[in-house]
């Protein structure tokens, strides 16, 4: 049987660890994509409390808010009181972009 050396077990190793952290960071990527908040609005422009689903997308889409709060066409639902209230009971703190 051959021997293998250190060296070679350490970068298989290395190599090993480095797909794993790959993988990870993946896998916690978001698409951000605002139809995904659709469920929100009827909250947002009523006195509806929120949805666990409106709340569920709210915290997955959390890493796209500012993104929204800059585009034009969206900016206006944001800014709606009803937005505040929404992200407020969902425990999702308003992003101050």
Known sequence: MKK????????VVMMAALMLMTEVRLSNAVTCNPSELSSCLPAVTSSTPPS????SKLREQKPCLCEYMN??????????PGAKRVSSA???AFPSC
């Not at 293998?4 to 970068?11: D, K, L, T």
């Open 4 to 11: 293998v050396s250190g060296s070679v077990v350490c970068v």
């Open 52 to 55: 666990s689903t409106c709340c």
């Open 71 to 80: 585009n034009p066409n969206l900016k206006q639902y944001i800014n709606l």
């Open 90 to 92: 969902c425990g999702v």
